[in-house]
């Protein structure tokens, strides 16, 4: 049967008097013809039109088939499309940057290059906003593909720009590293929850303009009546002045309306923007890839922070002042002799009690915040000298702890291969059976945490739904002491060499060469590295070259080994063999002994959890105390 190749100008109604007025004839070709190309393969010829067979269609039928066909014409299978062939597309390849028939993305999922690809509905790559379809993977001045990003400059790089653009360029991560876990990002939910303020604060504004309305009206017709009033006990050569005071509250409460009017048709378009915004940034997490995701975000970010901004330039010049009218009459004594006015009609404005929701500003304002007055710090026992469960031969080996969510505690038991849980009421929850000795531990994500392999440069990476190990990666040397974690970096302590900057992935951020011994514990706060060197009784400061800032030390501090800080700016050490907990500010010009007690000898792990303002320190022995610490 010859094919139907329906085209916008071989439509042909027929208007003849012998024709049904329900069909429509359409120009068909025959049966496709084959040749054999200078290659030696077979090609199919060009169509030729033939009138002479026509098929008697309904009309609507063949316009909804010619309307889909016309509407499609821009969601082409781009393969078919560079063979010369007509496909409509299915799906769409995010890292091929192409559209796909159903015939070939069978074959591309198949292919060895391609089958990993995730590919989503064409309608819905058709949802996406423009400007995010426009986001290439390839570098436009190389034509190669992005690797890095570099958070220096906020822009994705490919090897060549990394060679000439940002060939100074320091904050260089792998791309595939930072947009992996974008979707499910706290920057993301960030974003949608900054999306999600602003138009609670949109509505907020909107509901207070509308309120003063109210407002207005009822305010007026206490004026008005004030005024009726009034007028009742004037004589009536005084009722000129009547009519005048009340052309001027109309007049007023006219002019204030208009203007109100306006700032809510402004917060209105407002609005609409930020819904929209909402909208795509919606579609964007659901259907975009993740490089796009990320890119778009950005964007999205920096039009929401410049519609904020209009939004306090407008309050600031008083659009969302509370404005009330109200009538104030004179002594009604001269009014009998001669008076000028029946009394004031008064505009009253105050500032709006609207408060505006920007969960950001507080997160801010907590990291503003800067070092606590070190001498008014207290630690009040939460759970004072628990003991941990015992193991083999009822002995214990505590390495290192840390906090869990919902305020739940893990230590690291070396002795009996395993993680010891607590719940946040001091009650043993369970333990974790490891292969391997633990080390350091470090909480990463909810359900997550890094724990290290005794005598080795392993990291393992444990989820702690399954007891098993998701992950693990090595790092460079014969093996490290220890390590820390800390806003998406690990700190890791490498022996023989110094210390070492790495991402969740175990890649190397930068290296940090420190020849001194007998160093167990260390973090990373404000570019600086802060480290117990119990063999010296001292606390050390380095900058990221090695290099020695301070050192710290007192007489009641004695072989400091564990090591945690604060957000702001505080380092809580153990005292080994002192028996005691220090705070030192991170300038190394203040400090004080929080806390001591006997059962604290051998202390070793500590840790400071800053959402609950909580320390946690455990004994080698297995003697765990948690604080509330009191600023």
């Known amino acids: 049967m010859p094919s139907m190749d329906i085209l916008k100008e071989d439509l042909q109604l027929s208007d003849s008097e012998d024709s049904d007025d329900d069909v429509i004839y359409v120009k068909t070709t025959g049966p496709p013809t084959y040749t054999t190309n200078s290659y030696g393969y077979l090609v199919e010829e060009t169509p030729t039109y033939q009138t002479t067979n026509c098929y008697k269609t309904y009309k609507d039928q063949l316009r909804v088939q010619a309307n889909k066909h016309m509407a499609a014409s821009e969601g082409l299978c781009n393969i078919c499309e560079n063979r010369d062939i007509t496909e409509f597309a299915t799906d769409w390849c995010p890292e091929c940057e192409q559209s796909l028939c159903e015939s ?101 504004l909107i509901k207070g303009r509308f309120d003063n309305i109210s407002l207005l009206a009822h305010e007026k017709e206490i004026c008005l009546k004030e005024i009726a009033d009034t007028k009742q006990n004037v004589i009536a050569h005084l009722d000129q002045l009547e009519i005048k005071l009340k052309t001027e509250v109309e007049i007023l409460h006219g002019e204030h309306l208009q203007a109100i009017e306006e700032t809510i048709q402004e917060f209105e378009l407002l609005k609409t923007n ?34 904020e901004t209009d939004v306090h330039l407008m309050i600031k010049k008083n659009s969302a002042n509370q404005i009330s009218i109200s009538f104030s009459p004179a002594v009604e004594m001269a009014i009998k002799t001669f008076v000028p006015s029946l009394g004031n009609v008064n505009v009253i404005t105050k500032e709006s009690d609207i408060k505006l929701v920007n969960h950001r500003e507080k997160q801010a304002q907590l990291l503003s915040i800067g070092t606590p007055c070190i001498d008014k710090m207290k630690l009040k026992p939460v ?84 007891s098993s190990v998701d992950r693990s990666f090595e790092v460079e040397g014969r093996s490290f002491e220890s390590f820390s ?8 302590r490498v022996i023989g ?19 001194e011994i007998n160093i167990l514990f260390a973090v990373l706060l404000n570019e600086k590295i802060y480290f117990s060197q119990f063999s010296k009784d001292r606390i050390v400061c380095c900058d990221l070259k090695g290099n020695e800032v301070y050192e710290f030390k007192d007489k009641k501090l004695k072989a400091p080994l564990g090591v945690a800080c604060s957000d702001t700016n505080i380092l809580f050490i153990t005292g080994f063999q002192s028996k005691n907990i220090y705070a030192l500010s991170s300038s190394g010009n203040k400090f004080k002994e929080l806390y001591c007690n006997s059962n604290l000898l051998r202390a070793r792990a500590i840790s400071y959890d800053s959402s609950k303002e909580q320390l946690l320190v455990s004994t080698e022995d297995g003697k765990v105390f ?6």
Do not use: W
């Open 104 to 204: 070939c993305k069978s074959y591309h999922s198949a292919s060895k290059l391609s089958k990993t690809h995730e590919t989503i509905p064409f309608e819905s790559f058709d949802k996406l906003p423009a400007a995010v379809k426009e986001i290439k993977n390839n570098c436009s001045d190389h034509e190669a593909r992005f690797e890095y990003y570099c958070s220096q400059h906020e822009v994705p790089c490919c090897v060549e720009c990394m060679k000439t653009t940002h060939a100074e360029c320091r904050l260089l991560t792998p791309m595939h590293k930072v947009v992996q876990h974008f979707k499910t990002s706290g920057a993301l939910s960030d974003f949608e929850q900054t999306l999600s303020d602003f138009l609670n604060n949109l509505n907020s």
């Open 274 to 307: 930020v819904a929209k915004m909402q909208d795509e940034a919606k579609v964007i997490k659901q259907y975009a890839s993740d490089f796009q995701l990320f890119l778009a975000y950005r964007e999205l970010e920096r039009a929401v922070k410049n519609l």
């Open 383 to 466: 759970l004072e000298n628990i003991q941990l469960p015992s193991g083999k031969d009822y002995k214990l080996n505590i390495m290192n702890s840390c906090f869990l969510s919902h305020g739940r505690l893990a230590f690291a038991d070396k002795l009996n291969k395993r993680l010891i849980v607590f719940k946040d009421n001091g009650e043993h929850e369970r333990d974790v059976q490891l292969s391997f000795m633990p080390s350091s531990i470090a909480y990463i994500t909810n359900n997550e945490i890094a724990v290290g392999k005794c005598s080795s440069n392993q990291i393992n990476l444990i989820n702690m739904s399954s």
């Open 485 to 492: 974690y800390r806003k998406g970096q690990f700190l890791i």
């Open 497 to 515: 060499f110094g210390f070492c900057l790495t991402d969740n992935e175990g890649n190397i951020l930068s290296k940090i060469p420190y020849k």
């Open 626 to 631: 948690l604080f509330d610490v009191i600023y």
